[in-house]
């Protein structure tokens, strides 16, 4: 047997079977997984205030006649825009840098520090990506729910999100899967996610790579699932359809 596949063997058994480093690898998967999923929860959760304020000032705001919401209003929507400008405006490993060794410096807990720096990141891209879905409906669709005897909010709630929804499925799958990716940084801050994993089977056997090669092999597999899993919400979207 060539030397150099000897070598590569024995590479390869240092780097993940000796003390069961593959270990590291394992639990940076669970951990970005995690990370991915609850940050996304929350970019949801802010991306559907903010597009609700966007939209409900852009298509509301002259019909309103109390001026005291008038003025609530314009201050929310200035509140998200620059909230939009400063979160799409810099990098997120900044923003990441700032939430755990600024705001959050007294915590203890890195994955809530990930997590939250990640999902106002995440929120930013959503909002808009939920605006549009609300834009893109039809007007006869609010006109039809007030003409129903439903408010504003309840024909928001009721008839305008969840059409949008069914059509930014998809868009949310996809910030899902680069979300996904994007969380390679939360090592920096100490999360052990895939990324970090690697990482520290470096530091132990001076190896470089067989532990990246991995980290690089699981990404594209699981950016592969997920995008596969997209594409088969789709179909059947388009099949709900016909």
Same mark, same amino acid.
């Given at each position: 047997?060539?030397?150099?596949?000897?070598?590569?063997?024995?590479?390869?058994?240092?780097?993940?079977?000796?003390?069961?480093?593959?270990?590291?690898?394992?639990?940076?998967?669970?951990?970005?997984?995690?990370?991915?999923?609850?940050?996304?929860?929350?970019?949801?959760?802010?991306?559907?205030?903010?597009?609700?304020?966007?939209?409900?000032?852009?298509?509301?705001?002259?019909?309103?006649?109390?001026?005291?919401?008038?003025?609530?209003?314009?201050?929310?929507?200035?509140?998200?825009?620059?909230?939009?400008?400063?979160?799409?405006?810099?990098?997120?490993?900044?923003?990441?840098?700032?939430?755990?060794?600024?705001?959050?410096?007294?915590?203890?807990?890195?994955?809530?520090?990930?997590?939250?720096?990640?999902?106002?990141?995440?929120?930013?891209?959503?909002?808009?990506?939920?605006?549009?879905?609300?834009?893109?409906?039809?007007?006869?669709?609010?006109?039809?729910?007030?003409?129903?005897?439903?408010?504003?909010?309840?024909?928001?709630?009721? %008839?305008?999100?969840?059409? =949008?929804?069914?059509?930014?499925? @998809?868009? &949310? *799958?996809?910030?899902? /899967?680069? !979300?996904?990716?994007?969380?390679?940084?939360?090592?920096?801050?100490?999360?052990?996610?895939?990324?970090?994993?690697?990482? %520290?089977?470096?530091?132990? =056997?001076?190896?470089?790579?067989? @532990?990246? &090669? *991995?980290?690089?092999? /699981?990404? !594209?597999?699981?950016?592969?699932?997920?995008?596969?899993?997209?594409?088969?919400?789709?179909?059947?979207?388009?099949?709900?359809?016909?």
């Amino acid at each position: 047997m060539p030397e150099w596949i000897v070598k590569l063997q024995k590479d390869f058994v240092t780097a993940f079977i000796e003390d069961n480093r593959w270990k590291y690898l394992v639990e940076g998967i669970q951990n970005t997984i995690i990370l991915t999923f609850f940050a996304l929860i929350l970019g949801v959760v802010l991306g559907v205030i903010i597009a609700a304020v966007r939209t409900t000032y852009d298509k509301q705001y002259e019909e309103i006649k109390n001026p005291v919401g008038k003025i609530f209003l314009a201050i929310g929507n200035w509140i998200c825009k620059v909230y939009l400008t400063v979160i799409r405006g810099t990098p997120a490993m900044v923003q990441i840098l700032i939430i755990f060794f600024v705001i959050m410096a007294s915590s203890d807990n890195k994955m809530l520090c990930g997590i939250i720096a990640f999902g106002i990141n995440s929120g930013a891209y959503v909002a808009e990506i939920i605006r549009g879905g609300i834009m893109s409906i039809d007007g006869g669709q609010t006109e039809a729910g007030r003409s129903l005897g439903l408010n504003y909010v309840q024909t928001m709630w009721f %008839i305008v999100l969840p059409q =949008t929804f069914k059509n930014i499925l @998809p868009a &949310l *799958a996809n910030e899902f /899967i680069v !979300l996904l990716k994007e969380t390679a940084i939360a090592g920096y801050v100490g999360v052990t996610d895939l990324t970090r994993g690697a990482n %520290i089977i470096r530091g132990i =056997t001076y190896q470089s790579l067989f @532990p990246l &090669l *991995a980290i690089a092999a /699981i990404y !594209l597999v699981m950016v592969m699932f997920f995008t596969w899993l997209v594409e088969l919400l789709e179909r059947r979207l388009r099949k709900s359809e016909r």
